[in-house]
């Protein structure tokens, strides 16, 4: 089939989709299909199949969140940050997107796993960064004496966001790095990272911190 003829075959298939309407099994994978390989990057249907995915993306998600305690704002944002997340890897040409386009609403629950995950340990580090000496413990639950933390929240302050998830769970929450038992939960397996990478951030918080310690 020439590629003309193809896009009208994607745009017939966007004009069957009522807003709204559920989509069929299959059919979010064929959008994304149309997307990565199925039309010109500069076409109608193209941008048509991109804003079909994204409406139903927006509405799994949203239905989704609302089993969470978010408030509404934060839900809104883990949406909007997963749904911006999504349209990253569809329209990167280098991205290795495969799974995608056989088990769309898998990877896009995944996705929204990790981020939501992320979003938890960032209220968390917000709360643990506002204690002090007679508060400690509703945070850290004994986990952590007040003095470890007060250092701990002076590291986090040199620290990007990716090594402050890492840092966080890793002494607050005391997790493994990784785990080949699902059922164990890891800082892996929260930030959707590899266990090499975790331990690669560790050890580059660990040899800044020994530096600076040096230093003084």
């Not at 559920?22 to 109608?44: D, F, I, M, T």
């Not at 883990?78 to 495969?98: G, P, Q, R, W």
């Not at 840092?167 to 997790?175: A, D, G, H, I, T």
Request: proline share 2%; net charge negative.
């Amino acid at each position: 089939m020439r590629p003309a003829e193809r896009e009208r075959e994607v745009l017939m298939l966007c004009s069957t989709i009522a807003p709204g309407q559920r989509y069929p099994p299959g059919l979010l994978e064929v959008l994304v299909w149309a997307v990565r390989h199925g039309c010109r990057r500069v076409s109608k249907a193209h941008d048509e199949a991109a804003a079909r995915i994204y409406v139903a993306a927006g509405m799994f998600l949203r239905a989704k969140v609302r089993k969470f305690a978010y408030s509404n704002v934060e839900a809104e944002r883990i949406v909007e940050e997963t749904l911006a997340s999504m349209m990253e890897h569809l329209l990167d040409e280098d991205s290795k997107i495969s799974f995608w386009e056989c088990q769309f609403l898998r990877c896009l629950s995944y996705r929204f796993e990790t981020i939501s995950a992320k979003s938890q340990v960032r209220r968390s580090i917000s709360d643990a960064s506002s204690l002090d000496a007679d508060n400690a413990s509703e945070v850290t639950d004994e986990s952590i004496s007040v003095e470890d933390l007060a250092m701990l929240r002076s590291i986090m302050a040199g620290l990007s966001e990716d090594e402050r998830l890492v840092l966080y769970l890793k002494c607050v929450e005391q997790l493994p790095e990784e785990s080949s038992d699902a059922s164990i939960d890891t800082i892996a397996r929260r930030l959707g990272r590899t266990g090499r990478t975790v331990r690669n951030i560790l050890t580059r918080i660990r040899e800044r911190h020994v530096e600076s310690e040096t230093k003084q």
